[in-house]
């Protein structure tokens, strides 16, 4: 009894288990040799065996067989009694899930047998009924959630971003990482309180008040040098349900989620450098449907496309050029057609025949 | 462009001994400005490359060889790993190689992706990648010049390409020349002098680009009369 340092060994014992019982237990018999109140070595060592999973067991019943009646029998077998209680303290079993009964019938599966161990298997999960609830915020949003995790859901914040100004503000790039275009319909913001993760997803509905019945694909927005789009983004829809065009999200954290799909236009709009000046970067940005796409500049510089762009009608650009001296310029929400129908140079003389008002100068070579 | 350089654990532990500390290798990064300065952007067929990172490796070449080091490079936007190769530059014959493990492979440190390589011995090493666009331009010297060497220096696109041979025609390896582009020039004038022409921008020099912004592969006649 004294060999604690061997359940470090029975830690990593596998437990020989018996075939458990329908209703999940588990038993192994012990023997005391003749008139002994201490089980041999090879007993203890078989004991030993069990000790991890007798400790995680959520029950353990240890029968005690007396083996007479006369007053030598009651000794002996309150001895033995007290070698599993001292058992049960040296392992730290505990005294309300264990207990020790004394019984004066033989074991049917081991008549040899003085005492059984029966214990709960310790591998048969807990199986705990948890109560779902749909938990409703009072800005409008639901979470179908578990009982115990609604309390989290009181803190949350859901933000939707549908105007271009507050898509604009998010620096957003509406293309994918393949460099296809992307109309952004919505983009929703879930921060939950204290960065919680729940266990499981919670299931999140999301009333988008003003948007049509769309199929549509929903992409965790990424942060890299620019917001960007992972290519496969997972299925999203907005649906009709109770009268409202509802956007359904599974997830255990926070994020911020885009709802778009794939532009279907194809045009290229191409814009030429004016003489002395070279393209630093273009943008051009429409708001219906909200777009903001970067300019393809060519490797000499000289010239920027769009792909896959709307008609011009909606579209602005801003461009930064650079002239011979180094000095940066930059032209800003500038509509698209009216650079297209003139040239850089003429726009920017026209305007003003030093420096345009919208033109901002800054010294230094700055690529 | 960042890098982060993070030792093998085997290095680290070598490192823990007392006697090893000393042979920590040193590492140091490496600018574009100092490649256009120094070096060039030309792989082991002269064809130019794109430079995205580079640093330099000096340490005991046998520790080295024992306890590689792992270089962490952060992803770049719009570059595939796969595009990428990592170089090592050979001094003697002023190109980038190839050398055995420069692949790249992906690695992460807690949530954080990178692109990794094993760097086993000194030496100075570049993250390049293959420029898609293959042509040449030429660039016509006036009559009674000719070019001993020359540097072009084209940050945009992270080319440096460099020439030592007496030529009247200076041949770029590039389809096309950025106007913001920026070249040096030895030139000497027949049976005279040599003139130093330093960090020209390519449109100072050329007037033709505007004229023909989509043209490839061109031949363009250098002019120095916009020159102050």
Redesign the interface.
């Known amino acids: 009894m004294k060999k604690c340092i061997v359940i470090l060994c029975v830690l990593v014992t596998p437990a020989f288990a018996q075939e458990p019982n329908n209703d999940g237990f588990l038993s192994f018999f012990l023997r005391f040799d003749d008139r002994e109140s201490k089980l041999s070595a090879f007993e203890e060592d078989k004991l030993l065996d069990y000790v991890y999973d007798l400790f995680l067991s959520e029950s353990v019943i240890i029968e005690l067989r007396r083996e007479g009646n006369s007053f030598a029998h009651d000794e002996l077998t309150a001895q033995r009694y007290n070698y599993f209680s001292e058992m049960c303290s040296e392992y730290q079993l505990s005294e309300s899930t264990t207990s020790i009964r004394i019984v004066n019938s033989r074991f049917e599966e081991d008549v040899q047998a003085h005492a059984r161990i029966i214990y709960r298997d310790p591998n048969i999960q807990k199986k705990v009924a948890r109560k779902e609830v749909v938990f409703t915020h009072p800005n409008g949003w639901r979470a179908q959630c578990f009982d115990s995790d609604a309390a989290f859901l009181k803190g949350a914040q859901v933000r939707i971003l549908r105007s271009p100004e507050e898509l604009n503000q998010l620096n957003l790039l509406t293309v994918d990482e393949m460099?296809d275009r992307l109309e952004v319909l919505a983009v929703v913001a879930l921060t939950l309180a204290r960065d919680t993760v729940f266990p499981s997803p919670v299931k999140f509905h999301i009333p988008l008040h003003g948007m049509a019945e769309v199929g549509c694909m929903e992409y965790a927005l990424m942060s890299?040098?620019?917001y960007?789009f992972p290519v496969n983004g997972g299925k999203a829809s907005v649906k009709r349900e109770d009268g409202l065009m509802l956007w359904k999200l599974d997830t255990d954290r926070s994020g911020v989620y885009v709802i778009a799909r794939k532009a279907p236009d194809s045009q290229v709009i191409k814009f030429?450098?004016?003489?002395?000046y070279?393209i630093?970067s273009g943008y051009a940005t429409s708001s219906s449907p909200y777009m903001s796409v970067k300019a393809a500049?060519?490797?000499?510089?000289?010239?920027a496309s769009f792909h896959n762009m709307p008609e011009i009608e909606h579209v602005t650009c801003e461009f930064t050029l650079?002239d011979?001296q180094g000095n940066l310029c930059t032209i800003a929400a500038v509509p698209a057609k009216m650079l297209m129908n003139e040239s850089f140079l003429s726009f920017l003389r026209k305007k003003d025949p030093v420096l345009p008002e919208n033109l901002v100068a800054q010294k230094g070579l700055n690529? | 462009m960042n890098i982060r350089i993070i030792f093998s654990i085997l290095l680290v532990h070598v490192g823990l001994q007392s006697h090893s500390q000393t042979n920590m290798p040193c590492v140091r990064e490496i600018s574009f400005e100092e490649v256009a300065a120094r070096f060039n952007t030309h792989n082991d067929k002269r064809a130019p490359m794109t430079f995205l990172s580079g640093f330099s490796v000096e340490g005991d070449a046998k520790s080295l060889t024992k306890n590689p080091m792992q270089v962490m490079f952060n992803p770049i936007a719009n570059v595939q790993r796969a595009d990428c190769e990592l170089m090592r530059w050979d001094p003697v014959t002023r190109v980038w190689a190839k050398f055995s493990g420069n692949q790249l492979k992906k690695s992460s440190e807690g949530s954080k992706m990178f692109w990794s390589a094993g760097i086993d011995q000194s030496g100075i090493f570049a993250l390049m990648k293959e420029i898609p666009l293959h042509g040449e331009t030429n660039l016509h010297l006036p009559e009674g010049l000719t070019s001993e060497e020359w540097r072009y220096v084209q940050p945009n696109l992270g080319v440096v390409c460099e020439s030592y041979s007496h030529c009247q025609t200076l041949l770029i390896p590039l389809p096309a020349l950025s106007p913001m582009a920026q070249i040096t020039m030895k030139l000497r004038k027949v049976g005279g002098t040599v003139e130093t022409i330093s960090h020209m921008p390519m449109g100072v020099l050329v007037g033709d680009f505007w004229k023909k912004p989509d043209a490839v592969n061109q031949t363009w006649d250098i002019s120095f009369a916009s020159v102050k």
């Open positions: 460099g890299n040098d620019e960007s030429v450098a004016p003489y002395g070279a630093l500049v060519s490797d000499n510089q000289l010239s650079i011979l690529h």
